[in-house]
């Protein structure tokens, strides 16, 4: 996720400054880079800490952009490219500064990948219609294959999301592994009966074979159903982070939403400090 765009002048002044997600940007790293970027005059990218720097030269200032480290350098060149060029229509006039503001977060969007696994049945299908604020299904109907969908209208950060929807039959459970590799949450859904928890230890256990650096997480869905297991029990059985959720009732689109968001903030293991201004002047 890129989290912070700067675009910074010759004489070492923010000239564009936009925040996507609460975390603290160190100052000196910042510094440095953006000496060194000035000084070699060329494209870089450099790793501190838990941050992933790419600059580029604008003249004789500097458009960084902040990502996680874990993004792809070639993703963050796709962005800076088109930052950059827009920020140039800007100085040329051929673009008003607030329209650049507005289009910014289109700029630097990227996809944020998200799986659901899980038996059939379980409400997997219907999970994916609650997170687009689609009307559930009243009637079951397995999914074949695979289920690909932008959910509408939820970005978290600069991340769309694109959820899969895989099926649970013990036929498509081969394909399991190629088909949720990038993914940055697993979500391993139940339905809350201890017969399906307890089966579905079984799905983590593939999970830690293949080596799955993911951040997984449990949602035991069915909360409405009577003798439906309380989150806390299916965390305690499973030994995984476990949320509750009755995927047919449209309220809990926000906290399936929510969900996702306490999922990504664990897997990005980020400071929670905000700035409002970083002075580069010695």
Not at 145 to 168: C, H, M, P, S
Not at 250 to 262: G, Y
Request: net charge negative; charged share 25%.
């Amino acid at each position: 996720m890129i989290h912070h765009v700067f675009i910074i002048d010759a004489r070492d002044t923010i000239v564009v400054q936009k925040k996507f997600w609460i975390i603290d940007v160190d100052q000196n790293e910042m510094r440095q880079f953006v000496a060194s970027v000035k000084a070699n005059q060329t494209l870089q990218i450099e790793l501190f800490s838990a941050t992933k720097y790419i600059g580029q030269p604008l003249g004789r200032g500097v458009v960084v952009l902040c990502a996680e480290n874990i993004d792809e350098d070639t993703t963050l060149l796709e962005k800076i490219d088109k930052v950059t060029f827009e920020f140039r229509r800007v100085i040329s006039h051929e673009e008003e500064f607030d329209a650049f503001m507005e289009k910014l977060d289109k700029y630097v969007t990227t996809k944020l990948k998200v799986s659901l696994l899980g038996y059939g049945g379980v409400g997997k299908t219907t999970m994916l219609h609650l997170l687009n604020g689609g009307t559930p299904p009243q009637t079951y109907i397995p999914t074949i294959g695979i289920d690909i969908q932008k959910v509408e209208g939820a970005r978290i950060g600069t991340y769309e999301l694109l959820v899969w929807d895989f099926a649970g039959q013990e036929r498509f459970r081969k394909l399991w592994k190629m088909l949720f590799s990038r993914s940055r949450i697993v979500f391993l859904v139940t339905d809350s009966t201890l017969e399906n928890v307890l089966q579905s230890k079984g799905i983590l256990d593939f999970l830690k074979e293949q080596g799955v650096s993911s951040e997984v997480v449990v949602i035991a869905n069915k909360q409405d159903l009577t003798g439906a297991l309380q989150p806390h029990l299916v965390q305690r059985l499973l030994g995984v982070k476990a949320f509750g959720l009755t995927a047919i009732d449209p309220n809990d689109r926000e906290k399936a939403l929510d969900i996702i968001r306490l999922s990504l903030e664990r897997s990005i293991d980020w400071g929670k400090m905000e700035i409002d201004t970083i002075d580069f002047l010695p």
